[in-house]
């Protein structure tokens, strides 16, 4: 009888670690999301004809992503064929943290941006840097979808 109860419990316990398992996180992409980074095209605008104006970034990150870094390859190109036009670098956080820490992080964002743009042989005179950090949202929302939108670098012509 003692063994049958132990058998009992330890096939709970099994089953529990199962169904505890299944309940696991795991990075997928979604149709507008990969991890919690916005790949949607929804509130993408453009610098130029097929150059996006903006990159997204991870919660409390200022790393470029792969598809961050591809945008900002086009928009590189683009620069060095109209060598007139000047840019503002405009860092942007979701709502979440103190307006300090949001917009050190969007500084952070739009100089990672800047940095990578003057690898590719892009003046640093012709690129101007400015943090909103979580004041221009361009999703209110309260959702992660809405808070990865808003983590971004938006590359805006100055004159």
């Given at each position: 009888?003692?063994?049958?109860?132990?058998l009992k419990n330890t096939l709970l316990v099994v089953l529990?670690?199962?169904?505890?398992?299944?309940?696991?996180?795991k990075k997928v992409s979604t149709g507008q999301m990969q991890?919690?980074?916005?790949?949607?095209t929804d509130t993408?605008?453009?610098?130029?004809?097929?150059?996006?104006?903006?990159?997204?970034?991870?919660?409390?990150?200022?790393?470029?992503?792969t598809a961050s870094r591809e945008t900002l390859r086009k928009q590189a190109a683009w620069l060095r064929k109209n060598s007139d036009i000047n840019i503002v670098l405009e860092g942007h956080a979701?709502?979440?943290?103190?307006?300090?820490?949001?917009l050190a992080?969007?500084?952070r964002r739009a100089n990672a941006a800047k940095d990578y743009l003057m690898t590719y042989g892009i003046s640093s005179?012709?690129?101007?840097?400015?943090?909103?950090?979580?004041?221009r949202p361009v999703d209110s929302g309260s959702n992660p979808l809405a808070w990865s939108k808003n983590r971004r670098s938006v590359t805006v012509k100055a004159n």
């Open positions: 009888m003692k063994f049958n109860k132990i529990a670690c199962f169904a505890l398992s299944a309940c696991a996180t991890a919690d980074v916005y790949t949607g993408v605008e453009y610098l130029a004809s097929g150059v996006p104006d903006r990159v997204f970034f991870a919660t409390n990150e200022s790393v470029l992503t979701d709502e979440r943290g103190t307006r300090e820490y949001n992080l969007g500084e005179d012709r690129i101007s840097v400015l943090s909103y950090g979580k004041e």
